[in-house]
Nanobody, 126 residues
Framework: VQLQASGGGLVQAGGSLRLSCAASEPIFSNYHMGWFRQAPGQEREFVAAIKWRDSNTNYAESVKGRFTVSRDNAKNTVHLQMNGLKPEDTAVYYC????????????????????WGQGTQVTVSS
C-alpha cells in the first residue's frame, strides 16, 4: 500500500492545519492508521491512531484535546485535524498503516506499523 500525505505548511501558534493521508488500496477493517512526527534532532514519536473498523481513536498525551484523527472510508483516507498548534508541534508528520489480521489493541510503537507515507512538514511559528 502506498500512502500519500498532504496538508502541511506554515502556521502561527494557535492556528490550525488539517493533514490528509490517502491510501492507494482499500483499507481492511482490522487495520489501524497512525500518525507519527519527527522534530529535528529527535526520534519519531507517536501522535494518533484510528481503527478502521469502528473509528476508535488513540492519542499521545501531548496532543489530546487539540488534535482529532478521522477516516473517510469511501476515499481510503485518514485526516488529522490539528487545532491550537504550538511551536513544539513543529515536525515532519508521517502517516502509517498497521496491518492486522484480527482485532488488536492500539500500539504507539512505530516498529509495529508496516507502511509509511513520505512525510509532510508542519511548522508553527511563535
Amino acid at each position: 500500500v502506498q500512502l500519500q500525505a498532504s496538508g502541511g505548511g506554515l502556521v502561527q501558534a494557535g492556528g490550525s492545519l488539517r493533514l490528509s493521508c490517502a491510501a492507494s488500496e482499500p483499507i481492511f477493517s482490522n487495520y489501524h492508521m497512525g500518525w507519527f512526527r519527527q522534530a529535528p534532532g529527535q526520534e519519531r514519536e507517536f501522535v494518533a491512531a484510528i481503527k478502521w473498523r469502528d473509528s476508535n481513536t488513540n492519542y499521545a498525551e501531548s496532543v489530546k484535546g487539540r488534535f482529532t484523527v478521522s477516516r473517510d472510508n469511501a476515499k481510503n483516507t485518514v485526516h488529522l485535524q490539528m487545532n491550537g498548534l504550538k511551536p513544539e508541534d513543529t515536525a515532519v508528520y508521517y502517516c502509517s498503516l498497521r496491518r492486522l489480521d484480527r482485532a488488536h489493541p492500539f500500539s504507539s510503537f512505530e516498529s509495529l506499523y508496516n507502511d509509511w507515507g513520505q512525510g509532510t512538514q508542519v511548522t508553527v511559528s511563535s
